[in-house]
């Protein structure tokens, strides 16, 4: 079984020659790091649980191109069954990890996009792009390979296109074609899991049109390719690590994202991982695809997220000795109706998805942007009832040194106590994960609303399908109404 343990993980990715920058230092051992060590470690769960035979069947799938059984990650999916499972999963390792795996899940969108995109593209201009892509997958699934993915550019002005930036790098693109391969230049932002991955696949962020042609480039590249270079996020919560104790963190053991900004100074990518290289009038569907798995990926890691919302501040209302309070039960009521809205529109867009000319199965556009705003929209509202809940401690609780400091910390024990019955400490500890899950530690929020595309992304979207329905709606009412008489079916969407 092609399947890692985790200490494979950590050892195969400290080996790399990874060149990653963190707080203006050259980042020597990924696995020592303070702020680097936590995400691995919610990779590292991945790793763990992949390879228990109680999970076999959520988390693993039977690879027909490997014919062994692979990681759910890096599984094309084959039928509608493996998407609802992809949904499931996210939801399942938040509630264990309640950070992020990006460097493990974006895999499974730009994997399956790319398999999608690049059998079509085969199949219209007789190009090699899929048999290429094939041997890709296969190298990924037998070696269990985290695999981060990268489409956002960092895009300079935003209200011009990628051609027709002053410098022209603001865009991945293509700076030489030769005989063995390409070499591109650029960056990607905010990349989540790629410093801590054994491989990056780029995409194009936008669709191009034919002025496009040098950044209509897809392709796969070890994350220590050489002009590879890593900048680490900085989030004011990372900066704990290196000065704070594990009861400052809220989330103990796991990090969120281990992201980073990828600049590509000239590297060189040969021919047989490139997988798009000027086919600009394929960037839309692309784009399209990815986009659509990720926010199902998206959406489904933020249920996960808003349970644990939930489970956070039932414990801390327990702990100030309101737990019972009807107040109390009505905020965790509504935060569940929000989570469970959008699990429900993402499972729509499941049963609603189609499937491709390759066989791969994509989730329903309409149906999965709605789970997405919902999702986000979620969220910021849980994150209020939260804070509501919890009280102001979460935003000026003292230091696990404060606590520990021969003259204050047995006052601040006794001060800071809720319920006579429980410790101070475990009302310290799950006010810091608060303080995590809100966003007042961490970037789980910003990253809920921009990761898989803004908010404004998804409205696009949906407004464009309430346009093409609009009429129908409307004859419906002036039907209804005596207005008109009725002249068609007026089902479906």
């Not at 609780?397 to 021969?406: A, L, V």
């Not at 329905?469 to 007026?490: C, H, I, P, S, Y």
Request: glycine share 8%.
């Amino acid at each position: 079984m092609s399947l890692k343990t985790k200490q494979e993980y950590f050892d195969t990715i400290k080996r790399l020659n990874t060149e990653i920058y963190a707080f203006g230092e050259r980042v020597r051992d990924v696995t020592e790091h303070p702020c680097l060590r936590p995400p691995m470690e919610s990779i590292g769960l991945v790793y763990e649980l992949s390879r228990m035979e109680e999970y076999e069947d959520l988390l693993t799938a039977y690879s027909p191109f490997t014919n062994e059984r692979v990681n759910r990650f890096v599984h094309i999916h084959q039928e509608q069954e493996d998407l609802r499972k992809r949904l499931m999963i996210s939801i399942f390792y938040v509630h264990k990890h309640g950070a992020c795996i990006g460097g493990r899940c974006v895999s499974s969108g730009a994997l399956n996009s790319l398999f999608a995109v690049t059998y079509e593209m085969d199949q219209e201009l007789d190009t090699e792009y899929h048999s290429r892509f094939l041997e890709y997958l296969k190298c990924v699934q037998e070696n269990d390979f985290t695999v981060a993915g990268a489409m956002m550019d960092v895009k300079g002005d935003r209200s011009l296109s990628p051609h027709q930036q002053r410098d022209p790098d603001m865009y991945l693109r293509v700076v030489e074609r030769g005989k063995d391969g390409i070499v591109v230049r650029g960056a990607k932002a905010s990349i989540s899991g790629a410093s801590i991955a054994h491989e990056i696949v780029i995409l194009p962020c936008t669709s191009m049109g034919s002025e496009g042609e040098a950044y209509a480039v897809s392709f796969a590249t070890p994350s220590d390719a050489p002009g590879l270079i890593h900048v680490a996020e900085a989030p004011v919560s990372n900066l704990g690590r290196f000065i704070g104790e594990e009861t400052d963190f809220g989330n103990v053991k796991y990090g969120v994202h281990g992201s980073a900004h990828v600049i590509f100074d000239d590297v060189f990518i040969p021919w047989e991982r490139v997988f798009m290289c000027g086919e600009y009038h394929f960037t839309a569907k692309l784009v399209d695809y990815f986009t659509r798995l990720q926010r199902l990926a998206t959406t489904s890691c933020k249920c996960g997220h808003r349970d644990l919302l939930i489970g956070a501040s039932a414990v801390i209302a327990d702990y100030n000795g309101v737990g019972d309070a009807r107040h109390i039960r009505e905020k965790l009521t509504d935060l569940y109706f929000q989570s469970e809205l959008s699990a429900g529109c993402a499972l729509a867009s499941v049963y609603n998805g189609e499937e491709t000319a390759s066989g791969v199965y994509l989730p329903d556009p309409f149906y999965i942007n709605i789970a997405k705003l919902q999702g986000v929209n979620a969220i910021w509202d849980g994150n209020y009832k939260m804070a509501d809940i919890a009280g102001g401690l979460v935003c000026t609780m003292p230091s696990s040194k404060d606590m520990r400091h021969e003259k204050i910390g047995k006052l601040l024990t006794r001060y800071l106590r809720g319920k006579a019955d429980v410790p101070t400490e475990y009302r310290i500890r799950i006010m810091r994960l608060i303080e995590y899950l809100s966003g007042q530690g961490s970037v789980i929020p910003i990253e809920s609303i921009h990761g898989a595309g803004s908010p404004q992304a998804q409205r696009i979207l949906i407004q464009g399908s309430l346009m093409k329905n609009m009429e129908r709606f409307k004859k419906a009412a002036k039907v209804l109404a005596g207005v008109e008489e009725q002249d068609g079916d007026t089902a479906g969407r």
